[in-house]
DNA sequence: CTGAAAGCGCTTACAG
DNA sequence: CTGAAAGCGCTTACAG
């Protein structure tokens, strides 16, 4: 790799250092202002303070006072010490997001209604776990360390509930067949299945391939199993192999092309991916082959991308709503968080987006 | 929309309430294990358990003793209070990556890398801001609040800094024109998009289309400006209507469509997208239009995502090394945290990838 | 309506 | 090698 010029500025505190010049200086930081300065400034107690910057003013702190202590916190630029304030009260307001696979647009949404739900209260951070793995206990046993508000941790196991044995508030996303362990806000996956069966059969498609996800994720399993049953009640069934691949685009479009003899041997007539991620791949690898869709080879997946609506042809999917799904889950915490009972939430329902990629 | 049976199961704190089946019992939580908790256990004081944990046991704490609190804090399930260690120590060990459109999978690398250079020190969160839109200062703000061990802030602007004003580890992410107010850690995009131009000119085309994005950031800037300097020197010209959308397919598609008769009028026959997310929409719209790429019109975008490379036809982009961005970025930052003079990086260097849409 | 004081759980000089 | 104690910055009963 060629290398370039530096471009890396050095990052001036602003403040001088304990021996200037020497090189062996340390760089002291401006720190923060603190409560104790504020109260000094304004001529209150740092509890007259607390009050003001938590509005708690009512009946409490006099509006003279009040003003003269806003005045102070603009001019001396205070922001309160949340982890402080964690540590007081025993939580803090930040609500942490688990979920394997953020960059997948998928997430945008349910980020967009978490946030949405939590509103301006609570500061809502996500925790990238690697991809195409299912987040670890240890893993959100140490973001609980950091206190928050509460976890929404997206489609964990069952296993992992038992592993995780922690009681505070959690919400679990997508996380099918943990009734009882934990509260978790579900989409009806399932429903989604039997319709996109239902509409391949209508379609006169008897054989289905079917290219599987590796996640060990319960969603996926009822994916398969739902897409199975239906296809089965009307005659249909999952022919030829059965790969599985991480839900990336480049990984499925490999597992396609090693699939593909196996399925048009078992005379597959349609395709259909665990997501539209690893559709975009089969649908490139039949490109590749020369395999025209839907001409000779219908194709599906399920979450319905906003990129579905522009491949070519575009690709039917069972539509999982995903901002909803963050609205719910958020909301379902917060009531949690403020001890307040929950509010009755749906499953979600997903339902089927026709397109070309399973025109007759 | 149809409503459904509800699946969301009450959570069981699995702790007896203070008045059982009144109904207004409140939920008591267990409450997490402390250093003093453990001392107890282990028959020490709570500096000892510290000095453990923290691993700074070495000629302060004998093996002996050492061996007796690790085994109170496995029996105990003992996790440290990071909200108030980080108040302990001034701050905490939580680095927080601020970024305006996580979804997008340029990020997915940028992560990765990032997750790689802090290692299992420092724990990884990220910020969304919404999509298409800088950070805002407040925001980052609120952030620093948390006491971290620093900020990863991508793609702000000049002004965006000037606003902050906060002294503490900050390392900013493609943000170019920075200079001397925070450090970054910049990619080559300048590069990237002249060695675009002269593909393009080298390929014969002479009037070129541009789609912008619209988050007013500097990155974007450089691409255009790079670019049109570059086919200026070649004798070509940005020509026709130079259309802006946010970094989606879907509003680039809108706006392709809007942009295609100025761009035909005005003899375009190439059209460069300022992301390849962006650059999708494109090929959609003229996919839509009847206008065969590359035949009539060739097409290039900025990141070189994954998927680009299963378009039909491949999409030529300027491939940005995400991964290498985060971690040279987290490798800066994290030599600011533990005041070590930060490794040079480089500028990193940016490359062109040709595909089908610009072949003859 | 306001303030002095205790306490959240940890870390770190300091004394022994 | 180990412990008692102070302190991080906040919040919250409690006393006035």
Same mark, same amino acid.
């Given at each position: 790799?060629?290398?370039?010029?530096?471009?890396?500025?050095?990052?001036?505190?602003? %403040?001088?250092?304990?021996?200037?010049?020497?090189?062996?200086?340390?760089?002291?930081?401006?720190?923060?202002?603190?409560?104790?300065?504020?109260?000094?400034?304004?001529?209150?107690?740092?509890?007259?303070?607390? #009050?003001?910057?938590?509005?708690?003013?009512?009946?409490? %702190?006099?509006?003279?006072?009040?003003?003269?202590?806003?005045?102070?916190?603009?001019?001396?630029?205070?922001?309160?010490?949340?982890?402080? /304030?964690?540590? /007081?009260?025993?939580?803090?307001?930040?609500?942490?997001?688990?979920?394997?696979?953020?960059?997948?647009?998928?997430?945008?949404?349910?980020?967009?209604?978490?946030?949405?739900?939590?509103?301006?209260?609570?500061?809502?951070?996500?925790?990238?776990?690697?991809?195409?793995?299912?987040?670890?206990?240890?893993? +959100?046993?140490?973001?609980?360390?950091?206190?928050?508000?509460?976890?929404?941790?997206?489609?964990?196991?069952?296993?992992?509930?038992?592993?995780?044995?922690?009681?505070?508030?959690?919400?679990?996303?997508?996380?099918?067949?943990?009734?009882?362990?934990?509260?978790?806000?579900?989409?009806?996956?399932?429903?989604?299945?039997?319709?996109?069966?239902?509409?391949?059969?209508?379609?006169? @498609?008897?054989?289905?391939?079917?290219?599987?996800?590796?996640?060990?994720?319960?969603?996926?399993?009822?994916?398969?199993?739902?897409?199975?049953?239906? #296809?089965?009640?009307?005659?249909?069934?999952?022919?030829?192999?059965?790969?599985?691949?991480?839900?990336?685009?480049?990984?499925?479009?490999?597992? =396609? +092309?090693?699939?593909?003899?196996?399925?048009?041997?078992?005379?597959?007539?349609? %395709?259909?991916?665990?997501?539209?991620?690893?559709?975009?791949?089969?649908? @490139?690898?039949?490109?590749?082959?020369?395999? &025209?869709?839907?001409?000779?080879?219908?194709? =599906?997946?399920?979450?319905? #991308?906003?990129?579905?609506?522009?491949?070519?042809?575009?690709?039917?999917?069972?539509?999982? &709503? /995903? @901002?909803?799904?963050?609205?719910?889950?958020?909301?379902?915490?917060?009531?949690?968080?403020?001890?307040?009972?929950?509010?009755?939430?749906?499953?979600?329902?997903?339902?089927?987006? %026709?397109?070309?990629?399973?025109?007759?």
């Amino acid at each position: 790799m060629r290398r370039q010029a530096l471009n890396v500025t050095r990052y001036d505190p602003g %403040v001088s250092s304990a021996a200037p010049g020497t090189g062996d200086e340390t760089i002291e930081r401006r720190r923060p202002v603190t409560a104790v300065q504020v109260a000094r400034h304004a001529g209150v107690s740092t509890a007259t303070v607390s #009050l003001v910057v938590n509005g708690k003013t009512a009946g409490r %702190v006099s509006p003279q006072i009040a003003a003269r202590v806003e005045a102070a916190i603009a001019e001396l630029g205070y922001v309160v010490d949340r982890a402080a /304030s964690s540590l /007081s009260r025993g939580s803090g307001d930040v609500v942490i997001l688990v979920a394997p696979d953020i960059a997948n647009p998928f997430f945008a949404g349910v980020i967009a209604g978490a946030q949405e739900a939590l509103g301006s209260i609570y500061q809502l951070l996500l925790s990238a776990t690697d991809v195409g793995c299912v987040p670890r206990p240890e893993d +959100v046993r140490a973001l609980f360390a950091l206190r928050p508000a509460g976890l929404l941790v997206d489609a964990p196991n069952v296993r992992f509930l038992r592993d995780l044995d922690v009681h505070a508030p959690l919400v679990l996303i997508d996380a099918p067949s943990t009734e009882g362990v934990a509260p978790s806000v579900d989409l009806d996956v399932a429903s989604g299945a039997r319709q996109l069966a239902r509409h391949l059969l209508h379609r006169g @498609h008897r054989r289905i391939g079917y290219l599987d996800a590796v996640t060990g994720t319960e969603t996926f399993v009822l994916r398969r199993e739902a897409l199975r049953e239906e #296809l089965a009640a009307g005659g249909g069934v999952l022919a030829g192999p059965t790969p599985a691949s991480v839900v990336d685009s480049a990984a499925a479009s490999r597992a =396609a +092309v090693d699939a593909w003899p196996g399925w048009r041997d078992a005379g597959v007539t349609a %395709v259909v991916a665990a997501s539209d991620t690893q559709a975009y791949g089969v649908l @490139h690898a039949m490109q590749g082959l020369g395999v &025209p869709i839907p001409g000779e080879l219908a194709l =599906a997946g399920f979450d319905n #991308l906003p990129y579905s609506a522009l491949t070519q042809p575009g690709l039917t999917s069972v539509e999982l &709503p /995903s @901002h909803q799904l963050g609205l719910a889950a958020a909301g379902h915490l917060r009531a949690l968080i403020e001890g307040r009972a929950p509010a009755a939430p749906d499953m979600l329902p997903a339902h089927l987006v %026709v397109r070309g990629s399973t025109a007759r």
